[in-house]
């Protein structure tokens, strides 16, 4: 139960963050408002599925850069797994790397808050 509700919160995040974010489309089938809900929680699925399974690969890959970079480079992978769920999911575009860079931050960082504040972090 605890892992649908962290999905309806991001969904509900990246709604809120495409709303206000320029160069973040988030349309649902034929443009209807409660289609765009559907891709949010597209989106929120994608996300999940790809920081559990393509996430760590790409980590370990690039743990040099990451070390000599002092973890920065995290945010350049925190960015292309962005691009990759715009590629994977219809309805939801990603305008450029720097737009994903800052819808990334601003997620995470919202997440966080909104995990803290609901007790999804138990």
Same mark, same amino acid.
């Given at each position: 139960?605890?892992?649908?509700?962290?999905?309806f919160?991001?969904a509900?995040l990246v709604?809120i963050?495409?709303?206000?974010?320029p160069?973040?489309?988030l349309?649902?089938?034929h443009?209807?408002?409660s289609?765009n809900?559907?891709?949010?929680i597209y989106?929120a699925?994608?996300?999940?599925l790809?920081n559990?399974f393509i996430?760590p690969?790409?980590?370990? /890959?690039?743990?040099?850069?990451?070390?000599?970079t #002092?973890?920065?480079? $995290? &945010?350049?992978?925190n960015a !292309?797994? @962005?691009?990759?769920?715009?590629? /994977?999911v219809?309805?939801?575009a990603?305008?450029? #790397?720097l737009t994903? $860079? &800052?819808?990334s931050?601003i !997620?995470s @960082?919202s997440?966080?808050i909104?995990f803290?504040?609901?007790g999804?972090?138990?």
């Open positions: 139960m605890n892992i649908i509700i962290r999905i919160l991001t509900v709604m963050i495409a709303h206000f974010l160069g973040i489309a349309q649902g089938s443009g209807v408002s289609g809900f559907m891709t949010a989106v699925i994608v996300l999940g790809l559990l996430k690969i790409l980590v370990l /890959l690039t743990l040099p850069v990451t070390f000599f #002092f973890g920065l480079f $995290l &945010l350049v992978i !292309l797994i @962005i691009m990759l769920c715009a590629r /994977l219809d309805g939801f990603v305008e450029n #790397f994903a $860079l &800052l819808f931050l !997620l @960082i997440q966080s909104v803290s504040l609901t999804g972090d138990k």
